[in-house]
């Protein structure tokens, strides 16, 4: 069971960026999942969740209104969407399955974490 996050890079302060976990379990299409991130000498932090089917989604305070979490189950992938990115956005983002169908804000209710994608925004 694997989940492969991918699409990080170097991005200037206003811009876009869109982040992908892939899956290799079609069993994921029941579990919520979420993105979280750390920052350089930062605690790990919820970003954002979103249910099994995509009927709730959930965000920290600090991304609503930028980000958006997305889910497509056919081909088992979650996607974020980052819109005007901040210096104090620049972390490793993780993407998790979550041990239940809804997506928590705690880590510790995360059973699978991908390996991480890094993002860097510069001012």
């Known amino acids: 069971v694997q989940l492969q996050a991918s699409g990080g890079g170097l991005v200037q302060a206003g811009g876009s960026l869109r982040l992908s976990c892939a899956a290799s379990d079609r069993r994921f299409s029941n579990n919520g999942m979420a993105w979280f991130r750390q920052g350089p000498g930062k605690e790990r932090e919820f970003v954002a969740g979103?249910?099994?089917?995509?009927?709730?989604?959930n965000y920290a305070d600090s991304v609503k209104g930028r980000f958006t979490i997305s889910r497509d189950n056919t081909q088992n992938t979650v996607s974020l969407q980052m819109n005007s990115l901040k210096p104090e956005d620049t972390a490793v983002y993780h993407c998790?399955?979550?041990?239940?169908?809804?997506?928590?804000?705690?880590?510790?209710?995360?059973?699978?974490w991908g390996q991480g994608t890094e993002l860097t925004v510069s001012s």
């Open positions: 979103i249910s099994w089917n995509g009927g709730a989604t």
């Open positions: 998790a399955a979550a041990r239940r169908a809804v997506a928590a804000t705690a880590a510790r209710e995360y059973t699978y």
